[in-house]
T-cell receptor, first 111, second 114 residues
């Protein structure tokens, strides 16, 4: 099983601060997705990255896929309380295997 | 358009009891999935289906069975519940099953086995 490790596991910051969370593996993934999950709900897809070195921006969120396709990061600028949630990365290990999910980063943005 | 729905939302079982979780999607998706989510362990795939009448094992299939008799429904069964099956269960669906496709998740079922 190809593992995805996310760090930090928990992050609590004040509104307006910037933050970066990480998704790392020792294995190569064909593509990688980021999901956000709010309490009592299922995960919702934020972005899919497929090319090594790719950077995608979604308003205040910036996603980067590592050059070697073994890691990814999510940077949030000027965090807001609405950004609070569990951020999950999910990678495609290839060979027709199903997505592998990381354990998540629980983000709390305090007003 | 309800997306993915799950029934029930909460359930408490005693060890050894059985139950079935129902997942329904109205997006005409081919692929459907059952995951469990435990603290600190992310989502782990239990079983999945690539189409009506077909199912396959995921990462943690032991103690669970599934059926996909209709394209829009995917059932997860626990024949003899164990405390280790206490978890939050999520159903998801996707159109083609490609890793770059969006998986649409239901709201989850919180199961406690005493």
């Amino acid at each position: 099983t190809q593992l995805l490790e996310q760090s930090p596991q928990f992050l609590s910051i004040q509104e307006g601060e910037n933050l970066t969370v990480y998704c790392n593996s020792s294995s190569v993934f064909s593509s990688l997705q980021w999901y956000r999950q709010e309490p009592g709900e299922g995960p919702v897809l934020l972005v899919t990255v497929v090319t090594g070195g790719e950077v995608k921006k979604l308003k205040r969120l910036t996603f980067q896929f590592g050059d070697a396709r073994k890691d990814s990061s999510l940077h949030i600028t000027a965090a807001q309380p609405g950004d609070t949630g569990l951020y999950l990365c999910a990678g495609d290990p290839g060979s027709a295997r199903q997505l592998t999910f990381g354990s998540g980063t629980q983000l709390t943005v305090l007003p | 358009n309800a997306g993915v729905t799950q029934t029930p939302k909460f359930r408490v079982l005693k060890t050894g009891q059985s139950m079935t979780l129902l997942c329904a999607q109205d997006m005409n998706h081919e692929y459907m999935y059952w995951y469990r989510q435990d603290p600190g362990m992310g989502l782990r795939l239990i079983h999945y289906s690539v189409g009506e009448g077909t199912t396959a094992k995921g990462e943690v299939p032991d103690g669970y069975n599934v059926s996909r008799l209709k394209k829009q429904n995917f059932l997860l069964g626990l024949e003899s519940a164990a405390p280790s099956q206490t978890s939050v269960y999520f159903c998801a669906s996707s159109s083609r099953g490609k890793a770059t496709d969006t998986q649409y998740f239901g709201p989850g079922t919180r199961l406690t086995v005493l």
